[in-house]
């Protein structure tokens, strides 16, 4: 089938990072018919600045959303403007016939989200969540290590704990849209949208729910934190080799006070080992540097973690004593499968990777969490509907 044609709504870091280089690398599936810049500084705008005007050239530049909704060239709609927008923009978009993959947080409010679904649904349109981070290495890494027989010399047996961290080190304001007081702002929803939906994946719906969520620097408003964790309670597990079932709690952090040189990414903990992982994903970092987007797919070192922040493991021998060793990240970064499933989804009705319940969900247990912070108490999750 025909490329899809595509629109990027919002050419600043998260369009141009995340969105705008796939699009562009993968030409057989996407075709960048425009981008929405509403005061483009010069010709092809921030796209030309970025990519180079061989990128921008016959790329249509919208200054508006309506501009955007009235092209009946426009097939697919990427929204990656401020958190507040999403829902109302996803809402017109869908309206109006479109496609959209919507940037994380999808919403605001899970009643939102719920709205959003059944509007897809009803005009059997393709709406996708931008959880690229399920295609993170040491997540793709981990999942692989999780699967292991639980006879096998490295497995952790058992889980009990699950901790996964985004902290990073930051003394002041960024002085952006994320700062302000509004809806779906705040560390919260800007990174644990990414956790739960990583611990969902791995292993379900909790039963229960505990939070800590703070402005824990006091500066801006003290409406918009930048510090939480989140306990996510699941029923015990049966455990191997005779011990008691045990109780199994996945640990969600964000921290921005968090001084070190490599920040902490995994610890999980079985009854028979801990792994233990530093470091985050390279996409990220080679994305907002990258010359062109064909290297997503030609540059070999494109999503290869380096091997000094492979994670480790740790387990117990057959004499009782701890042996350590290295669990090298052997999968690649692959942001590009989720564009890939996008573009079956639209052409192909494939089944979606992201299903949007699933991202629906992120935002329920995101308005449970402020919730029990609130309160000061452990919530139950409600059954799944």
């Given at each position: 089938m025909a490329p899809i044609k595509t629109c990027v709504v919002g050419v600043?870091?998260?369009?141009?990072?995340?969105?705008?280089?796939?699009?562009?690398a993968l030409p057989h599936l996407f075709t960048l018919h425009a981008v929405m810049e509403r005061n483009p500084a010069a010709p092809g705008g921030k796209l030309q600045a970025?990519?180079?005007?061989?990128?921008?050239?016959?790329?249509?530049?919208?200054?508006?959303?309506?501009?955007?909704?009235?092209?009946?060239?426009?097939?697919?709609v990427v929204i990656t403007t401020p958190s507040e927008t999403h829902y109302e923009l996803a809402k017109r978009a869908?309206?109006?016939g479109k496609h959209v993959l919507v940037d994380k947080p999808v919403t605001a409010h899970f009643s939102q989200a719920q709205e959003l679904g059944a509007l897809a649904k009803s005009k059997n349109l393709v709406l996708y969540a931008f959880q690229n981070r399920r295609w993170d290495s040491d997540f793709l890494t981990l999942k692989k290590l999780l699967a292991l027989p639980a006879d096998h010399p490295k497995s952790l047996g058992t889980l009990f704990e699950f901790e996964s961290r985004f902290d990073r080190f930051r003394t002041e304001l960024k002085g952006t849209w994320k700062d302000l007081p509004l809806p779906a702002n705040g560390l919260t929803y800007d990174l644990a949208a990414h956790t739960i939906d990583q611990v969902l994946v791995l292993f379900g719906r909790p039963q229960k729910i505990t939070a800590m969520i703070e402005n824990i620097r006091g500066l801006g408003?003290?409406?918009?934190?930048?510090?939480?964790t989140i306990y996510l309670h699941y029923p015990p597990r049966p455990a191997a080799k005779g011990l008691q079932p045990t109780s199994f709690t996945a640990?969600?952090?964000?921290?921005?006070?968090?001084?070190r040189s490599s920040q902490i990414?995994?610890?999980?903990?079985?009854?028979?080992?801990?792994?233990?992982k530093y470091g985050v994903d390279v996409q990220e970092d080679q994305l907002k540097v990258i010359p062109s987007p064909a290297g997503i797919v030609q540059d070999q070192a494109y999503g290869v973690e380096p091997e000094d922040i492979w994670a480790t493991v740790e387990n117990v021998g057959p004499d009782g004593k701890v042996v350590k060793s290295v669990w090298p990240t052997t999968e690649r970064g692959q942001y590009i499968k989720l564009f890939e499933n996008v573009a079956a989804a639209i052409s192909e009705g494939a089944e979606q990777l992201v299903k949007w319940e699933e991202s629906a969900e992120v935002i329920e247990l995101i308005e449970l969490a402020y919730q029990s912070a609130r309160e000061e108490r452990t919530l139950p999750v409600p059954p799944r509907a």
């Open positions: 600043g870091l998260g369009g141009l990072t995340f969105h705008v280089p796939f699009v562009l970025r990519f180079g005007e061989q990128a921008a050239k016959g790329v249509t530049i919208h200054r508006s959303f309506d501009a955007v909704l009235a092209d009946p060239e426009v097939e697919l869908l309206q109006a408003s003290k409406e918009v934190d930048d510090c939480f640990v969600l952090r964000g921290h921005i006070l968090s001084v990414r995994y610890v999980v903990r079985g009854t028979q080992g801990t792994f233990l």
